[in-house]
């Protein structure tokens, strides 16, 4: 069968994850290699010539990767943030970036820290809201970056609509999808140019490993992010990429499963006296619950909720045994965290209120544990508020 016309879990496990020619190692070899013999001048076998170019290991993860987003090629990075730095680098003085203006705090932090400094220009936007994204658009625009949803106020933004904006006035789309993966969220399917993961995360599940990846819709866009792998540097080690080739074997059953527990979870802190409010877009009351319907085919593990203080968040934090306090999410163990002290601080208490995040909110990573455990463990927790 051909692979490009399987189905999705047939092809995270065999998609650039071919039986090796020389033994049939049906695991994808690590090639721990800096270099390679050459045949002879000129001739790389292969075309291999320096690891920090290319390497068969991060090859196979590279086609893999763009075959789960349908892409036409992927690019992988040493983070999730080197990606993000990777898409800037394809940029020159004087382009504009429009973003989300909720998104993963370490985007700002490389933008208004390090980028501004290049002659670089960002325009932060309620992206859920299409006229102020339209408006924000300028004629130096070249991305329209949005987090979808976003981090970690599960704000949604409508990516087939901001694409028609975007593309009507030149400019592309980029989407990070590391909250749904490509398993509940499709956005080059919805009208996306590129979209980034932070692979550290739900691609590779098993919060053992960093990475970052840029899938591209043209070869135009893989080629010049090849030439920033080769020129900056910040590539996938090869075991990193092995780590996450079979990480990703398990993608589509590891998130089945985030999903199915996240809204069993959602639906226990929803009932819950002491929390004031719960944030997750499978949820009814979510302002968006129908667009999430719409553009997504699950909601994820990923769900943050109100506690009323900084005191009450820190008490329950202190009482959680299942749940591992900690940055992070997407592995197979449920992780739990502080948003205002922690993801989010560089952000400070301004920028914090702007977004609607407030110092009493506890964000939680819905991991594969069994429910019921989770669930006792949250209700201890919260009966000490
Ligand atoms: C973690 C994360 C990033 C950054 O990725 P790193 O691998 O930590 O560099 C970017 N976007 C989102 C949504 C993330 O959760």
Redesign the pocket.
């Known amino acids: 069968m051909a692979k490009k016309d399987s189905g999705f879990s047939t092809k995270c496990v065999h998609v650039g994850q071919e039986p090796e020619q020389l033994t049939g190692s049906v695991g994808v070899p690590i090639y721990a290699t800096s270099t390679y013999a050459q045949d002879e001048l000129g001739k790389p076998r292969l075309g291999y010539e320096y690891s920090r170019v290319s390497n068969p290991t991060r090859d196979r993860l590279e086609k893999n990767l763009a075959a789960l987003e349908g892409g036409v090629d992927s690019k992988v990075f040493a ?4 990606a ?1 730095s990777a898409m800037c680098s394809l940029l020159k003085k004087g382009d504009h970036v429009v973003c989300s203006s909720n ?2 705090g ?2 700002p932090r490389l933008f208004n820290q390090v980028l501004v400094n290049y002659g670089l220009e960002f325009t932060y936007v309620d992206t859920s809201d299409l006229k102020a994204t339209e408006k924000a658009i300028r004629r130096s625009t070249k991305y329209v970056y949005i ?1 979808t949803p976003t ?1 970690p106020l599960m704000v949604l933004s409508d990516i087939e609509a901001i694409s028609q904006i975007a593309h009507k006035k030149g400019t592309e789309v980029v989407v ?1 999808n ?2 749904m993966s490509p398993y509940f969220q499709k956005p080059i399917a919805l009208g996306a140019d590129m979209v ?1 993961h ?4 739900f691609l590779n599940g098993h919060s053992d490993g ?3 990846v840029l899938v591209c819709t043209t070869k135009e866009q893989s080629e010049k992010l090849a030439f920033i792998q080769k020129s900056v540097g910040a590539i996938m080690s090869p075991f990193e990429s092995w780590l996450i080739l079979r990480g990703v074997k398990t993608l589509a059953v590891r998130m089945k499963q985030h999903d199915e527990s996240g809204r069993v979870v959602a639906d226990f802190l929803a009932k819950q006296k002491k929390i004031k409010k719960v944030f997750y877009p499978g949820l009814p009351d979510h302002p968006q619950h129908e667009l999430a319907k719409q553009q997504m085919t699950g909601f994820g593990a990923l769900i943050t909720f109100e506690t009323g203080s900084l005191n009450n968040a820190k008490k329950l934090l202190k009482r959680v045994k299942v749940c591992t306090l900690g940055e ?3 592995g197979v163990e449920t992780l739990i965290s502080h948003p205002a002290t922690m993801t989010h601080a560089a952000l400070g208490e301004k920028g914090r209120a702007a977004i609607g995040l407030t110092d009493g909110m506890v964000r939680i990573s819905v991991g594969i544990e069994d429910v019921e455990d989770l669930i006792t463990d949250l209700e201890q927790a919260i009966s000490v508020l």
């Open positions: 983070s999730g943030m080197a993000v998104v993963y370490g985007v987090e981090n990070d590391t909250f980034l932070s692979t550290t995360k960093l990475g970052g992070s999410l997407g």
